[in-house]
């Protein structure tokens, strides 16, 4: 199982990035799949996420309102756009695969990608 990310890079606060994850070696649709970031020093923390259906998503407080996940099934991929980017969404993004569950909590996490970093300046 693969899970490539990528689509991070420097920003402008108020700017945007949007995040590919492609996925391979697993039956995909079977799979909610998600985006956890980590600041330094801090936790790693759910920000979005798609249950394995399609029908329902989730996000985190912080940034309602201002990112974007989808997924393409025909393509094993999910994205995250992210609008109106903030020096606090400063973080290593990771995607994540649970299988039959939207993957909110790290510890239930089946599969991880390697973290692609965002960087938002002042």
């Known amino acids: 199982v693969q899970l490539q990310a990528s689509g991070g890079g420097l920003v402008q606060a108020g700017g945007s990035l949007r995040l590919s994850c492609a996925a391979s070696g697993l039956p995909f649709s079977n799979y909610g799949m998600g985006w956890f970031r980590q600041a330094p020093g801090q936790e790693r923390k759910s920000v979005a996420a798609f249950s394995y259906t399609g029908s329902s998503t989730y996000y985190a407080d912080s940034v309602k309102g201002r990112f974007t996940i989808s997924r393409d099934n025909t393509k094993n991929t999910v994205y995250l756009q992210m609008n109106s980017l903030k020096p606090e969404d400063t973080a290593y993004y990771y995607c994540?695969?649970?299988?039959?569950?939207?993957?909110?909590?790290?510890?239930?996490?089946?599969?991880w990608g390697k973290g692609t970093l965002v960087t938002v300046s002042s």
């Open positions: 994540a695969a649970d299988g039959y569950r939207t993957p909110r909590e790290s510890s239930s996490v089946d599969y």
